[in-house]
């Protein structure tokens, strides 16, 4: 089971790095109207 550190490893980035970018993307999508569901996070 190599695969197993991958996707730890891919866990940790996406918990890191992975939540900024996602907050990012959900923000410019939803000031675009794409992802009205989705509403800015408030900071």
Same mark, same amino acid.
């Given at each position: 089971?190599? #695969?197993l550190p &991958?996707?730890?490893? $891919? +866990?940790? +980035? /996406? %918990?890191?790095? %992975?939540? $900024?970018v996602w &907050? !990012? &993307?959900? =923000? /410019?999508? !939803?000031? #675009?109207? =794409?992802?009205? !569901? +989705?509403?800015?996070p408030q $900071?």
């Amino acid at each position: 089971m190599h #695969e197993l550190p &991958l996707l730890i490893f $891919t +866990l940790c +980035l /996406q %918990g890191s790095v %992975g939540v $900024t970018v996602w &907050l !990012a &993307l959900g =923000r /410019q999508y !939803a000031v #675009e109207g =794409r992802v009205p !569901a +989705l509403p800015p996070p408030q $900071t």
